[in-house]
């Protein structure tokens, strides 16, 4: 071991960056600097190197959020897993299903009924949410690709960014319950992510909101809304 590390009592070093599993390929210089000092004693090189590691509620949320991310499997009691097994739609593939269609009803986009799966990027192999269009609504390519392209190129920390939209065709049972070629929308994926149905209507529909809790979600709702007014754009739904 390095002799400017002797104050620090065996392995405290180690145990103090180990414990929260710090996501740094390396300690900033100034932090690396503090920890070499000899004078430094074990209780301070953990408090320091606990700064800059992640806390235990954060590293769960996203160890939990990588974990939805790699998962290419859905609900074994889903009977539209069975159906989406070996599916490719647009190039994306392993298709599992995201809405929660145990509430009794679809979701909607504009108030037309849409089915919503996660999918794997043909490009990148990042997973990704695709949104079908599924009602009685007929447009063309070059409709699609109008309506994306504003989408497309804007980007905001507190909207889901638009990757790509396209139209494909039916699968077989689609095709032979009459259903016609339809639009596509594909945004990021956010593993766990909630509605805001699911978050505070549901789960918490026996107990009563804090305060403390809707204040986040109005300040970064305001943001998005400002800066798509902004963009010269209109947001017709949220999530």
């Known amino acids: 071991a390095s002799p400017g590390l002797a104050g620090l009592g065996p392995g405290a070093l180690e145990e103090a960056l180990d414990e929260a599993s710090a996501p740094y390929a390396e300690v900033p210089p100034s932090v690396a600097r503090a920890l070499r000092e000899p004078r430094l004693s074990g209780d301070e090189a953990q408090s320091l ?8 509620r954060l590293r769960q ?13 859905g609900a074994p009691d889903d009977p539209r ?12 593939h392993s298709l599992v299903p995201l809405d929660d269609r145990s509430r009794g009803h679809s979701p909607k986009c504009y108030g037309v009924p849409t089915t919503l799966y996660k999918g794997t990027s043909p490009r990148d192999g990042q997973p990704c949410t695709l949104r079908r269009i599924d009602g009685s609504v007929a447009v063309s390519a070059e409709e699609v690709e109008r309506v994306a392209a ?14 790509d939209a396209f139209i494909a065709a039916p699968s077989a049972g689609q095709a032979a319950a009459g259903a016609g070629p339809r639009p596509y929308f594909v945004h990021e994926f956010f593993g766990g992510a909630q509605t805001v149905e699911t978050a505070f209507f549901v789960r918490m529909a026996s107990a009563q909101v804090a305060e403390g809790d809707l204040w986040p979600l109005v300040v970064q709702l305001v943001s998005a809304l400002a800066a798509i007014h902004a963009a010269g754009m209109s947001c017709r739904g949220l999530d």
Do not use: C, I, K
Request: net charge negative.
């Open 61 to 73: 949320e996203l160890e939990a959020q990588v974990l939805e991310e790699l998962r290419t499997e």
């Open 49 to 56: 190197a606990r700064a800059y590691v992640l806390g235990g």
């Open 81 to 92: 897993a069975a159906e989406l097994d070996g599916a490719v739609v647009g190039g994306y």
């Open 150 to 163: 504003p989408w497309r190129a804007f980007s905001h920390p507190h909207v889901v960014q638009l990757r």
